[in-house]
């Protein structure tokens, strides 16, 4: 179906956009941008094909708006969740005094002893309410949300980033922020 389509799009532009743009000889600039037409031209020759037409709805219609266009459409990157480095471009802003973070049971051990770190993802994310942390955690296996002290990470020096579809971004939690609910 026609839905099938847009989320197979979608999965492979995750793919190529945040992880392995290497993969079907695409280049993305520090902030991650990458040519629209190049991006079409080399999935093809993967043997991937799909229409400038389609490309754009899928990121008009993706519902976590996970991609940006450039104003002019000529380019185009995924928002956040790269595991290459790339500078996004947002400024910092100031968060809420308090966020959340979604997680599965399993890795609270380890979050207990180094607090939230990036790993292989560019920033920590952290959601300003409970249900989208709750939902985040559930993808992980038995969720759990814990409470970060965003107000006094920053008081503390602690820089923040609001992404374009209002997920906030950190590069590390220290354990003295976190509240285990």
Sequence with gaps: SMDDRAVRISKFLSLVLRHRPEEIGLSLDQSGWASVGQLIEASRRRGFEFTLEELQNVVAGNDKKRFSLSEDGLRIRANQGHSVEVELGYAPSVPPEILYHGTAERFLASIKQQGLIKGKRHHVHLSADVDTATKVGRR?????????????????????????????LTDRVPVQYLVFL
């Design 140 to 168: 992980h296996g038995n969720p759990v949300v814990l409470r970060i002290e965003a107000g006094r990470m920053r008081r503390d020096g602690f820089i923040f980033y609001l992404s374009a579809n209002g997920v906030w």
